[in-house]
């Protein structure tokens, strides 16, 4: 298995632009999360998704929308890029039953936006 | 919602010395914890999970419920310990639950 992908794995987008992250995993994990990481600031939930068809907003949604069609795929939409946006994003997903939730995590797309 | 709290941002200890990093927990019910790790420049991943009650490169946690804690410890800390560690509660969805990591504490081992 390759576990949780991410593409891509640097980005640099100019204030205003969009752009979509993509994320999938092949573990039939119905549970995906989208995270931001800043600098010093810990990981911070952006979206998170319990099965295909149903999303629901984290802690930190504002500039950021989701879709989930399928249960491999979490795609995350920045429509109007803003610096404040500059972050590590990590995607991850988790099983929904059974003892262990362990969440599994995708290596990350570094984003600047200038 | 089930919160957890790590106090420290930032630990530095020596090569060989004790190491523990604390989270403190803050909900009712049966609290559920996981540690997780970062090595530098690589994705998280599980170090330990409380219902096993593991060593996992000589790391242990246990959960003290009077205390409300779910402290890593390691009695002899080695440079390649050096990393970020999140303290994190079980994904599930509760009605108007959310899934939070702690801040995570980024350990330097000095060698």
């Known amino acids: 298995n390759a576990g949780v992908t991410q593409t891509p794995k640097f980005r640099i987008l100019k204030i205003g632009q969009s752009m979509t992250l993509q994320c999938t995993q092949d573990?039939?994990?119905?549970?995906m999360y989208w995270y931001r990481q800043d600098p010093g600031m810990g990981l911070k939930l952006i979206y998170y998704?319990?099965?295909?068809?149903?999303?629901d907003k984290g802690e930190v949604p504002n500039g950021y929308n989701v879709s989930r069609s399928t249960t491999e795929d979490f795609p995350l939409r920045l429509e109007l890029a803003a610096p404040s946006q500059t972050s590590v994003y990590f995607c991850?997903?988790?099983?929904?039953?059974?003892?262990?939730?362990?969440?599994?995590f995708g290596p990350g797309t570094r984003l600047t936006v200038t | 919602a089930q919160r957890v709290t790590q106090p420290e941002k930032l630990l530095s200890v020596f090569k060989g010395a004790p190491v523990e990093l604390k989270c403190n927990y803050s909900?009712?019910?049966?609290?559920?914890l996981f540690w997780y790790v970062q090595y530098s420049r690589q994705r998280l991943q599980l170090l330990l999970r409380?219902?096993s009650r593991e060593s996992i490169k000589g790391f242990t946690a246990d959960l003290n419920k009077g205390e409300t804690s779910f402290h890593l410890k390691k009695p002899f800390a080695q440079e390649e310990d050096s990393a970020m560690y999140y303290c994190?509660?079980?994904?599930?969805?509760?009605?108007?639950?959310?899934?939070?990591f702690g801040t995570g504490t980024s350990l330097t081992v000095i060698p």
């Open positions: 573990m039939n994990h119905n549970y």
């Open positions: 409380h219902i």
């Open positions: 994190a509660p079980p994904p599930k969805r509760r009605a108007g639950n959310q899934f939070y």
């Open positions: 998704s319990v099965g295909a068809g149903i999303t």
């Open positions: 909900y009712s019910g049966s609290p559920e």
């Open positions: 991850a997903s988790s099983r929904t039953s059974g003892q262990s939730y362990e969440q599994y």
